[in-house]
């Protein structure tokens, strides 16, 4: 392998070192079609940074997280098909295979094998702690122990790929905190081992609520997709979902969260959409109705060019698996490091 700029060996006194890029990582479940909380919330700034100057030194890291997807209720040939889809969509907003590394993670096997050496660094309570547990667990018949265990699958993630910083919505903010305390508690114990992530967090559009229920959050395994804007919906369906969207009765267009979530969610959307700031959106809005055509044609001017690229891309399903498995095969090469450290601090042969 040639010397890089930044091997010891080549750096002199004269020439100041050039930090190693900072790696951020992104992990989206192909369990639902992505949606505009997704959007804002995650991909859009990730895509954003590929090419910012301001964060010029940044790797991004994206994994299409499907073993994630087999913690809850899943049909087989959804995931495999949400899987692609997703990849496709990312593509298609942005994604560049030459900045970010973007893969299956199922695809890199050292997940899985990373995953058990933190399952014995992670303590059961702190586990059953997690309030997304406790959520999802809520009602079902059959808790798969893999839903109980995803935060550790998490933290593989996060630490397998030496991650510096990793974008969270306010939902996985106390997953995040785990997997720093997983990875001090490594270190701590087994020796200078992982990269201790820290989150980072968009300014505004962090969560992105339901339409139909401003109280929860926009997500892709909502059970009624009523109050979801997909990120593959046509411009009809974005004009009645946000049309229906739950206000209040009180006529008032200002951003008040806590007073008025549903407005303040479509002001949130609309300030995302134009790149304003929500406090700001209302200028000039002075109904409900307006402020929602308003939203419903921001949406559909953000949607339509990633649709657009999208529906070239799904025609070319071969050239995304090629994408995926370069991404993998690069992914595995850190990956692997990572593990071979892990297994030789935690005492395996
Ligand atoms: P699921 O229902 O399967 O949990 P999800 O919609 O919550 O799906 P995830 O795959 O869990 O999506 O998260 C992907 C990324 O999108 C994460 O970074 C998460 O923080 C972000 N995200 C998810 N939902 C929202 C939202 N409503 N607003 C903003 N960001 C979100
Ligand atoms: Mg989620």
Redesign the pocket.
Known sequence: MSPTITDPAVCTASSPAVPPPVRRL????P??PL?L??Y???IRPMVEAQTDPATGATHGVVAVVDLHALTVEHRPHEVRALTLEQATVLLAVGVDPRRTTLFVQSQVPEHTELHYLLECTTGYGEAQRMIQFKQKADGQRHVRLSLLTYPVLMTADILLHDTDEV???D??RQHLELARGVAERFNNRYGDTFTVPRGVNPPF?????DLADPAV??????ADGAGVIYLLDPPDAVRRKVKRAVTDSDGEVCYDPDRKPGVSNLMEILAACTGADPRQTGHGITSYGQLKSAVAEAVIDTLAPLQRRHRALAREPGQVQEVLAAGAANARERAGATVARARRAIGLL
């Open positions: 992104t992990g989206i479940k369990t639902g949606h909380g997704n804002l919330g995650a974008p969270v919505g939902d996985q559009a962090a969560r992105i609520m959050k926009m997500e892709k395994s909502a």
